[in-house]
């Protein structure tokens, strides 16, 4: 999935789109569940309408009335959900020099009704959003504008009616060179195959995009860890004396040391990049408990034969410590690694949901962060901590099991387990 996520949306894309606005997506729902929820469901959702005359949907007739234009744009559409709409709204896109077009809107029901929406005149590009209209809502007796268009006469508690509806647009443009076109969304309840946060987001970019930044935080920062404290320890065993007597007593202060404050304050005083607290990270936890466990299994190497005729035909020491030392420990390493990969990734998903995640990057702990913040689970919006939090569970599991098995394939005393 992180390669198909590189390959589909570059980076600054993905930036781009989720530090967008209203401007990117507009044609989204707000905290609308994924759509195969519906599955689910005996009472379905309705998905979300869009029907955009500049891309050839419904019908437009343009007849010229001497200096005047007559403009008819017809959207219609089947409603078949078992609920009603999120909200309404019209998007005009009009072109005039002087004097704005004036639209009529005007509603068709699957059972003949025509209801008069409203009179409008949109400068250049703009927006009608049903429910701000107060005329309208007066009209309706101040019920919600997506339940009084679609709710099916005598119906208590209300219903939707389903079948075909229509919204027709009347324009008069007063200019030679004028026209109009308009685009119609009727805002569902499921959207997209992970649903959309509360700034009409997909969070399926946040979902694709945070695996290749959740594995390239684990894998850089396990690997940088583990292999810079291997040779550290090898360092320190070989040349002995003083600079091994340092990074012990360096080893000790670190363990000490408490890890997530530090990179809180890193986050609130210095830089919330997810790259410094990457390289923080790092820092503390080359000198980890680990230095030890290494430290005794060179002692034992450095005692070997081996490691004696090296000396004897005058191998150099960055010779022996690279070709003959840390080897021997290379099949303790790659499991550990290996499990070291989800802790750094949920190191990570903790220090966003504490809201000291990068603010650029969509990531996992980023949605879950978000979730809270937006009152998700009293909301009922359980889908949008639910994925979130399934992937870093899959992912945990999946590196520990095969952390587990490489350990079995490397330490033969276990392959009897």
């Known amino acids: 999935m992180g390669f198909y996520t590189l390959a589909t949306i570059p980076y600054s894309e993905a930036i781009r789109l989720w530090r967008g606005g209203e401007d990117i997506w507009q044609d989204y729902p707000r905290t609308a569940s994924p759509e195969w929820t519906n599955f689910f469901r005996n009472k379905k959702l309705p998905s979300t309408v869009l029907l955009d005359s500049r891309q050839g949907h419904g019908s437009k007739v343009v007849e010229p009335r001497g200096a005047l234009t007559e403009i008819t744009i017809e959207f219609p559409f ?62 309706l007796r101040n019920v919600p504008a997506q339940q009084a268009l679609f709710t099916a006469p005598d119906s208590d508690p209300p219903v939707p009616l389903k079948g075909t509806y229509t919204l027709r647009l009347d324009a008069l443009v007063f200019e030679e060179n004028g026209d109009l076109d308009a685009k119609f969304i009727a805002y569902g309840k499921v959207s997209g195959l992970a649903g959309t946060d509360h700034r009409r987001r997909d969070l399926m970019v946040a979902i694709l995009w945070g695996t290749p930044i959740a594995l390239a935080f684990g894998l850089l920062a396990a690997l940088g860890t583990t292999v810079t404290t291997m040779f550290i320890a090898a360092f320190g065993v070989w040349f002995g004396g003083l600079i091994d007597a340092v990074i012990q007593r360096i080893t000790e202060i670190v363990l000490i040391l408490p890890v997530l404050p530090i990179l809180i304050m890193v986050g609130t005083f210095y830089s919330r990049s997810i790259w410094v607290i990457l390289g923080v990270v790092i820092l503390l936890s080359i000198f980890g408990s680990a230095i030890k466990s290494y ?35 290379i099949p303790l390493l790659i499991p550990q690694l290996v499990v070291l990969i989800p802790s750094y990734v949920f190191l990570e998903a903790s220090l966003a949901v504490l809201g000291l995640g990068d603010p650029v990057l969509p990531t996992w702990g980023k949605v879950i962060d978000d979730a809270f913040r937006n009152g998700a689970l009293f909301n009922g919006y359980y889908y949008w901590v639910l994925q979130p939090a399934a992937l870093l569970i899959i992912t945990g599991l999946g590196f520990a099991m095969v952390g587990f098995a490489l350990d079995r394939v490397f330490n033969p005393r276990l392959r009897g387990l």
């Open 295 to 329: 430290r005794a299994i060179f002692l034992q190497v450095k005692e070997s034969p081996y490691i004696e005729a090296a000396r004897a035909y005058g191998a150099g020491h960055l010779r022996i410590i690279g070709r003959y030392l840390t080897p021997r420990v």
């Open 78 to 139: 089947n409603f078949q959900a078992d609920d009603f709409p999120q909200e309404l709204a019209i998007f005009f896109y009009a072109t005039f020099a002087q004097k704005q077009p004036h639209v009529e809107m005007t509603w068709l029901t699957p059972d003949g009704r025509e209801i008069r929406i409203g009179e409008y005149s949109p400068r250049g590009r703009d927006s009608y959003r049903f429910e701000g209209d107060s005329r309208l809502a007066r009209r």
